[in-house]
């Protein structure tokens, strides 16, 4: 440290490879070079297992990692989650899973929007207030009939009458 000698700090993830040279990288890269680069990527980017990509391209496992770390493959691919979780749907009808697996799966899925971000979705509705803006026909319809106003159903969604279903339902 205080020896007037450069350091070098051990860096991980995606800041390791700011470190990396580009031109050293491709010259040696068996990836770079390689006929199927762009098929080599894309599988990585849809979560294909590196294993399985090395197999398939006759290329190493260490090889598809240090490419996909040296061209910040990583970042992309965890911003794509939406693959991974469709290969896992996908495979519920091949293989043996439970449905709080599958469900689980589904649910993830509907909770990561298109930039790969994890949104929590929730609503909160007060009945109440929506009573109140209710004018006396639409009340005195309501408790003569059970109709509801339209505007009230859009903005509730299902309502009553949807979730009984119709008569071709039962």
């Known amino acids: 440290m205080g020896n007037g000698k450069p350091t070098r700090r051990k860096l ?3 800041a390791r490879t700011s470190a990396v040279s580009q031109g050293r990288h491709e010259y040696h890269c068996k990836i770079c070079s390689h ?3 762009e098929e ?4 990585f980017l849809t979560w294909d297992s590196p294993v399985r990509i090395a197999k398939n391209f006759g290329v ?7 490419h996909a770390r040296a061209v910040l493959l ?6 794509n989650l939406h693959s991974a979780l469709e290969r896992i749907i996908e495979k519920a009808g091949d293989v043996e899973v439970n449905a709080a697996a599958v469900v689980s799966a589904v649910a993830a899925y509907a ?14 509705i007060n009945l109440n207030e929506l009573f109140e803006r209710m004018t006396r026909d639409e009340m005195e319809a309501y408790a003569k009939d059970g109709i509801l106003p ?3 159903e859009h903005t ?15």
């Open 40 to 43: 080599i990527e894309q599988a």
């Open 74 to 79: 990583f970042d992309k691919r965890s911003r």
């Open 111 to 124: 909770k990561i929007n298109a930039s790969g971000q994890w949104v929590e979705r929730s609503e909160h």
């Open 150 to 152: 339209a505007w009230f």
């Open 156 to 170: 509730v969604g299902a309502t009553g009458s949807d979730s009984r279903g119709s008569e071709n339902d039962r």
């Open 35 to 37: 006929p199927k680069r």
């Open 12 to 14: 991980s993830g995606e």
């Open 60 to 66: 190493s496992r260490d090889s598809v990692y240090r």
